[in-house]
């Protein structure tokens, strides 16, 4: 008996870590990178006020989503057609449409991070990097792989984040100063930087990996609780250094070519900042970015696809992540789109999504008690998500022209 409840008390901790890392990852994917290079290239010490706000409405979309998802132990269209009929088949179409292009730009992220190691040409270095997603998904221990890449992928990431940002010597102060009072605020690059770390399907694949393994209901809330923290925790400190590396070379005088088809802002930055070593560095950053971020992409989106049919086996379930990411591959292939272009604007998209998921889920943290298990909500998180609905309705309201300008540039 002992040794079944220590077995389960560390697969369930098993269950948060890579939760907190899928969560993490997805965050940090090709289009975070890209999305962080162009608004601090375009605003300098000021965008810091955006990655702040953005880290704040970060950590009230995830306490609330993960504790809903996991007390109601219903996936996340299932609680939005509990909240309001015929709802979640919204939710869902808008989750995987967002999520199936920014899969696109994830595979792209990958190739031009096998560009930048290899000098490979990009759709071939895309076809090498899909068919890496999709060997881990055709894998017999296919949820285990996912875990312990969505670790390995995260910290490689994260260190080479670091790395970056000690080489350069960002104005530290004038970061510091312009987070708390921004010389300037730019709403549609708040919008898309929110979209592209916590929008669409990313505030849902944590909750989604737990409600997977088990770690649901009230006794486990205050786990899954600090889990959410802890993610975001680390998702803020990478975003912040990854702000002050940028803002470091674009301080030192270099100029970052935004314009253009064919502008790459965050390997401009890396080369900036160390040279070839630092191209190398983009380069390998970016590949572990796109092939996390489409494992997290495709885990997440296909978890979606039960809003239409609720008896989905696990064995099917891995068939669709598939076949999610060969049409994605597939279409990058034939369309060649822009990475990062493409990137910026579906950031934008899935900023444009996150208040239609939250706002169902706000509603049922206040008003539906019934589905939650018996847990008494806490006021706090429920105040706080009913400012973040307004506040994000209102930065999609004043942003959604500027978003859709960004498809001109693809």
């Given at each position: 008996m002992e040794n079944n409840t220590k077995k389960f008390f560390s697969e369930r901790q098993w269950?948060?870590?890579?939760?907190?890392?899928?969560?993490?990852?997805?965050?940090?994917g090709p289009g975070f990178l890209t999305q962080t290079a162009t608004f601090t290239a375009k605003m300098g010490a000021a965008f810091g006020f955006g990655i702040l706000l953005s880290i704040i409405i970060d950590y009230v979309v995830q306490q609330n989503i993960w504790r809903v998802v996991t007390l109601t132990q219903m996936r996340a269209p299932e609680v939005a057609n509990a909240a309001l009929p015929g709802s979640g088949y919204v939710l869902a179409g808008l989750v995987i449409f967002g999520g199936f292009f920014f899969n696109i730009g994830n595979i792209a992220?990958?190739?031009?991070?096998?560009?930048?190691?290899?000098?490979?040409?990009?759709?071939?270095?895309?076809?090498?990097?899909?068919a890496i997603a999709i060997l881990i998904f055709a894998s017999k221990k296919a949820t285990v792989v996912i875990d312990k890449s969505m670790i390995l992928l995260g910290v490689?990431?994260?260190?080479?984040?670091?790395?970056?940002?000690?080489?350069?010597?960002?104005?530290?102060a004038d970061a510091f100063h312009q987070t708390i009072l921004p010389s300037h605020i730019d709403f549609?690059?708040?919008?898309?930087?929110?979209?592209?770390?916590?929008g669409g399907y990313i505030c849902y694949a944590g909750a989604h990996r737990l409600l997977d393994k088990g770690a649901v209901g009230p006794e486990h809330i205050q786990e899954v609780s600090r889990a959410a923290t802890k993610g975001i925790i680390v998702v803020g400190?990478?975003?912040?250094?990854?702000?002050?590396?940028?803002?470091?070379?674009v301080a030192s005088g270099a100029v970052i070519d935004l314009s253009g088809k064919n502008a790459n802002p965050?390997?401009?930055?890396?080369?900036y900042a160390a040279g070839m070593f630092g191209f190398k560095l983009f380069g390998l950053i970016f590949f572990a970015a796109g092939i996390s971020s489409a494992i997290g992409a495709a885990y997440t989106s296909v978890s979606f696809f039960t809003a239409f049919k609720k008896d989905i086996t696990l064995k099917q379930r891995n068939v669709c992540t598939i076949i999610f990411i060969a049409a994605a591959l597939l279409l990058f292939v034939i369309l060649g789109a822009t990475p990062a272009s493409l990137l910026i604007f579906v950031g934008g998209l899935n900023g444009l999504v996150l208040p239609v998921g939250l706002t169902?889920?706000?509603?049922?943290?206040?008003?539906r008690k019934d589905l939650l298990g018996g847990y008494d909500y806490p006021m706090w998180l429920t105040v706080l998500g009913v400012i973040t609905c307004i506040l994000t309705w209102y930065m999609g309201y004043i942003s959604f022209n500027t978003i859709f300008n960004y498809l001109k540039s693809l």
């Open positions: 269950a948060i870590v890579a939760s907190i890392f899928l969560m993490a990852t997805s965050a940090m992220g990958a190739a031009l991070g096998l560009n930048a190691l290899f000098g490979l040409d990009t759709k071939w270095g895309g076809v090498i990097s899909g490689v990431k994260i260190l080479l984040v670091v790395i970056v940002a000690i080489i350069v010597a960002p104005p530290v549609a690059s708040i919008t898309t930087i929110v979209g592209g770390t916590v400190i990478v975003r912040y250094v990854l702000f002050l590396a940028v803002l470091g070379v965050a390997a401009q930055a890396f080369q169902l889920f706000v509603y049922v943290a206040a008003c």
